[in-house]
């Protein structure tokens, strides 16, 4: 008998084999009925009948095999999808997903060649059905896997959120205590509040950027008309007196006038320029060089010391990402690895772009925006 008709003719079978493995996926099963074990898997099993009796070429076999296999745009999910789907919200995790189709994989071959004791399987047949689960097994880790990382990124942005709230006041609370005079010991503490707040103001502030883009939401931009050589030089002065060791140096050639969101563009800069002092030579400036022509403005920010490896520099602007010597050691400053990134989106959100470059000389990451947002 085909593969196919024996799937169609022992469902009920294959079904019931499925089901008891499920329950052995503990502890997301411990509490599932029996209908909620099976879940879609008659439909996986026609699904994968109905592939092994349709034609189809050794191109699209081989796609298949691969979890390459095409289907229409804006199609429904397919079984597989959302079977992946419920068992996620299930809590069942990636690796037992995987593990229902090894042993449904084993189940239905193993029932099917003692079926076939009078007559050998075809082995076409097994081909065809490994290179249908492999392709059920690419569609369920997929939409699983999307589910989680959603979900992930929803929590973390509703964490961020409302942990904003308690920060205010913490740091309200803080500033109002280095406000009352009430000697060195409790100012001295109110400062270390109020910086610490600061320090953690702008990891979740990071961190909710980055759940923006993660949601597909993009950065929220306001943009007027703005002159950026004040804007820069605000920006500058801020973190001059957060480090007042280092030399920051800003240069404006041209017009620096035109419509974006200042705010924003501030966040740009310094996130470059926290990122030159880190990395860069500490006896040597951070030079800031902004040029303004016609239809849109540049601005650079440059540093002395080691050059980046061509391989770092190609992901640099990755999220999560930091200095080589930085990857397996504590930092100081909080640092999450968003604030190139979160620099590249907002280049972007200004229909700008940012590349970086780095040699023995120097580093210099350098920005384009177009005049008018």
């Not at 961020?160 to 000697?183: E, V």
């Not at 540093?303 to 080589?324: H, Q, V, Y």
């Not at 397996?328 to 590349?355: F, P, Q, T, V, W």
């Amino acid at each position: 008998m085909r593969l196919a008709e024996f799937i169609l003719r022992d469902m009920a079978g294959i079904v019931a084999q499925w089901e008891a493995f499920a329950a052995t996926l503990l502890p997301a099963a411990a509490s599932m009925e029996p209908l909620a074990l099976r879940d879609h898997a008659e439909q996986i099993l026609e699904a994968v009948a109905k592939d092994l009796s349709t034609s189809q070429s050794r191109e699209a076999q081989a796609e298949k095999s691969m979890g390459l296999a095409g289907r229409p745009a804006n199609s429904p999910e397919t079984a597989a999808q959302t079977h992946a789907l419920l068992r996620a919200r299930s809590g069942f995790d990636i690796r037992q997903l995987v593990a229902e189709y090894r042993a449904l994989r084993a189940s239905v071959l193993r029932r099917w060649m003692d079926d076939c004791l009078a007559d050998p399987p075809d082995l076409d047949d097994i081909i065809r059905f490994n290179e249908a689960i492999d392709q059920a097994v690419a569609e369920s880790v997929g939409f699983f896997s999307a589910n989680i990382d959603q979900a992930r990124d929803l929590f973390l942005g509703m964490l961020g959120h409302d942990m904003r709230s308690p920060l205010q006041t913490i740091q309200m609370t803080a500033t109002y205590l280095s406000a009352l005079n009430a000697g060195a010991k409790i100012s001295g503490a109110a400062s270390r509040l109020i910086s610490s707040g600061a320090r953690m103001q702008a990891l979740l502030d990071d961190l909710l950027d980055f759940n923006r883009t993660k949601l597909g939401l993009g950065f929220n931009i306001a943009p007027v008309s703005v002159d950026l050589a004040r804007v820069f030089d605000d920006e500058l002065e801020r973190v001059r007196a957060a480090h007042p060791d280092r030399r920051i140096e800003l240069t404006v050639l041209g017009n620096a006038e035109g419509i974006w969101d200042g705010q924003r563009l501030q966040q740009l800069l310094g996130n470059l320029v926290l990122n030159a002092i880190k990395y860069g030579a500490p006896d040597a400036p951070v030079h800031v060089v902004v040029a303004g022509e016609l239809e849109e403005l540049r601005f650079e920010v440059k540093n002395s010391g080691p050059a980046i490896e061509r391989l770092a520099l190609a992901e640099i602007f990755d999220p999560l990402k930091r200095g080589p010597d930085q990857e397996n050691k504590h930092d100081a400053d909080g640092n999450l690895g968003l604030g190139l990134y979160i620099a590249r989106e907002i280049a972007k959100a200004h229909g700008g772009d940012i590349e970086a470059r780095s040699n023995e000389m120097e580093t210099a990451f350098s920005v384009r925006l177009p005049r008018h947002t």
